[in-house]
């Protein structure tokens, strides 16, 4: 029995696009999230409307609106909130994508391999990547198409020897069939 490959990560970004895009969008939510924050505190909902905030600036005693009054502090504590955790989800979401875009970038140019007829590929992927099941699945009925078109090239074997010892007109034919399969697929 052939030893599993070692697979390790030699490169984050494996489709590009795809990657971009997840990542773009969880942080578009994130900075809407920080937006409406900002926008809240501005029109001053949730009971700060109507109430009124005094404090010192400049040395002098300044009243204003509540939601005025606390909306600079708002603003940075959203921008630098939004920057750290940008940061964080950017990480995040490239290492959950890398962990979807690796196994499907395999199944593609592995599955391109079987097309081809290598009947005896197998499909590896990562521990803990996503899709491992599928990759178990699609090894199994490659192993079974391999192993049905093993025993069809055997029987075709075993009927060109049969027409050969009746010396059949048939065996051309046969082995024809027989050098066709075996040119087809890597049994």
């Known amino acids: 029995m052939m ?3 070692v697979l390790s990560r030699r490169k984050y970004f494996i489709d590009r696009a795809f990657q971009t895009r997840f ?4 942080l578009l939510v994130l900075v809407f999230g920080g937006c409406l924050s900002v926008a809240l505190t501005w029109f001053g909902w949730f009971g700060g409307a109507d109430t ?3 404090n010192y600036d400049s040395g ?3 009243i204003q609106k509540t939601s005025l009054a606390i909306l600079p502090s708002v603003v940075w504590t959203t921008v630098v909130t ?3 955790l ?3 989800v950017w990480v995040v979401t490239l290492l959950v994508s890398h962990k979807i875009a690796g196994p499907m970038y395999r199944f593609e140019r ?3 391999t079987i097309a ?8 590896h992927i990562r521990d803990g990547d996503q899709f491992a099941e599928m990759a178990g699945s699609l090894n199994a009925m490659v192993d079974s198409f391999n192993g049905k078109l093993t025993r069809l090239d055997g029987n075709l074997e075993r009927l060109a020897a049969k027409a050969r010892e009746l010396d059949s007109p048939l065996c051309d034919g046969i082995e024809e069939c027989q050098k066709a399969l075996r040119g087809e697929f890597r049994l």
């Open 23 to 26: 990542i773009v969008t969880f």
């Open 52 to 54: 009124l905030t005094s």
């Open 60 to 62: 002098g005693l300044v």
């Open 3 to 5: 030893a599993r490959p």
């Open 116 to 123: 081809d007829g290598d009947l005896q590929k197998k499909i």
């Open 82 to 84: 939004t920057g750290v």
């Open 86 to 88: 940008g940061l964080a």
């Open 110 to 112: 592995d599955i391109q």
